[in-house]
């Protein structure tokens, strides 16, 4: 995609009208008279590639993150679990004592449970940034028409607007971005992103256990996300290959997205295996391209962009 630049001339006032004191006048009558506003130039690039490569760095850094953890999990020597500070440490329950294995399971949880919280965080603020690009052009479509663009429609439209969509959940982002700019998330995916988040929430403000405030009218939470899969494909059908197995040679091999749905229920804990968070991350990546795409589209429509001719 290639980078769309524009740039705007908007008004700047600090004020409409000048009083002019009534000692200026023998009457005693008041007047007033218009001050000169400046023009002002501002120049905005969008590029949605580094949009999109936002999300990718996020996504890209919480699984290097998680990897690192759990390759050094089983190095966990629970009688050496203390900061590494030359500092007084404190101990707060002296009740609490893990073997290996326990400090191993716990070590797990924490890492994927926080690279969990990190990927769905990284996606709120590509989001945030999705919605950037959209005001920008909300404001490139208003020069478009010939209507002339004050400070005043800079800080409705870019700053106060950001604010404002800043200020709301992730379900209300949603329903803006599809009133205000006319981009609909793909059904799937919102409510794939919606279930995630929702699980994420429940990290973050309850520890991970489910309570009333996470769960459906079905008193369980499903979280839903896709599955890369490969897949093998032979006279008995398809099924799901298991790398290192051995196939027939006539067998073919393909790839496939399906949707994956883990339950659970009231006071259950949330958890998640490093397969799990790996496919997750690759359902928030789909979610995040088709939503760049969709912009790609609606900036093609607009004629903000034009199409990429193929090189010969």
Not at 130 to 136: G, M
Not at 139 to 151: F, R
Not at 162 to 184: A, Q
Not at 266 to 284: H, P, R, Y
Request: charge should be negative.
């Amino acid at each position: 995609m290639t980078p769309y630049s524009f740039s705007y001339s908007f008004l700047e006032q600090q004020s409409a009208y000048e009083d002019i004191s009534t000692k200026a006048f023998s009457t005693g009558s008041l007047g007033a008279r218009a001050i000169t506003m400046a023009t002002q130039k501002i120049n905005v690039t969008v590029n949605l590639d580094a949009l999109r490569g936002e999300l990718q760095r996020s996504l890209q850094k919480a699984i290097y993150l998680v990897s690192a953890g759990l390759q050094t999990n089983d190095k966990i020597d629970p009688e050496l679990l203390r900061l590494p500070t030359n500092s007084v440490t404190m101990t707060f329950d002296g009740g609490l004592t893990w073997d290996s294995e326990e400090a191993q399971k716990q070590y797990s949880e924490w890492i994927l449970s926080n690279g969990f919280r990190d990927v769905i965080e990284g996606v709120n603020a590509f989001i945030e940034s999705a919605h950037r690009v959209l005001s920008f052009w909300k404001i490139a479509e208003k020069q478009k028409d010939g209507a002339e663009i004050t400070g005043s429609d800079w800080n409705d439209i870019v700053i106060s607007g950001g604010k404002r969509f800043h200020r709301l959940g992730l379900p209300d982002k949603f329903d803006h971005l599809s009133k205000e700019h006319g981009i609909e998330v793909e059904p799937s995916y919102r409510e794939q992103v919606l279930s995630i988040d929702i699980a994420r929430n429940c990290l973050v403000h309850r520890g991970g256990v489910i309570s009333e405030k996470d769960i459906t009218s079905d008193n369980q939470l499903d979280v839903k996300w896709i599955k890369l899969m490969m897949v093998l494909q032979s006279e008995d059908g398809e099924k799901e290959l298991v790398l290192g197995e051995m196939v027939e040679k006539d067998s073919v091999l393909g790839m496939r997205n399906q949707e994956v749905v883990k339950t659970f229920t009231l006071g259950q804990q949330i958890t998640f295996t490093a397969d799990e968070f790996a496919n997750i991350s690759w359902g928030l990546f789909l979610f995040g391209n088709d939503l760049v795409q969709k912009i790609n589209d609606l900036g093609l429509g607009k004629g903000f962009i034009s199409e990429q001719k193929e090189s010969a």
